[in-house]
């Protein structure tokens, strides 16, 4: 089983950054597409960012695309998220997500095996 902890959120005002952390547990992070989730309230969950296992391949989500970075330390076991020129619109809860099957990136929430607890971004204007 691996467990994935989330980390970084907070609230800031627009315009501003901040870094999510998702820690995995065990020695299998490195065989793992991990990818980035958000959902705001009353709304449905979205994806956000998606990594290769080794790194060199990311996706975005349109809504996100040029102000977020996700990358990947596979010696630490953690994927990052970070969060630039944030908007009123990027207020969700923030949940990192591995899938250990498949080698191709997914935007699929149902295809990611694993899943943190979440971490709660709050973007006022």
């Known amino acids: 089983q691996v467990q994935l902890v989330e980390s970084g959120g907070g609230s800031v005002q627009a315009g501003g950054s901040l870094r999510l952390s998702c820690v995995a547990s065990?020695?299998?992070?490195?065989?793992?597409?991990m990818g980035w989730f958000r959902q705001a309230p009353g709304k449905e969950r979205e994806f956000v960012a998606t990594?290769?296992?080794?790194?060199?391949?990311?996706y975005y989500a349109d809504s996100v695309k040029g102000r977020f970075t996700i990358s990947r330390d596979n010696d630490e076991n953690t994927v990052y998220l970070q969060m630039n020129s944030l908007k009123p619109e990027d207020t969700a809860v923030y949940y990192c997500?591995?899938?250990?099957?498949?080698?191709?990136?997914?935007?699929?929430?149902?295809?990611?095996?694993?899943w943190g607890q979440g971490t709660q971004v709050t973007v006022s204007s």
């Open positions: 997500a591995a899938d250990r099957t498949r080698r191709a990136l997914t935007t699929l929430g149902y295809e990611y095996d694993y």
């Open positions: 065990g020695r299998s992070f490195s065989s793992f597409t």
């Open positions: 990594i290769s296992r080794s790194g060199d391949i990311t």
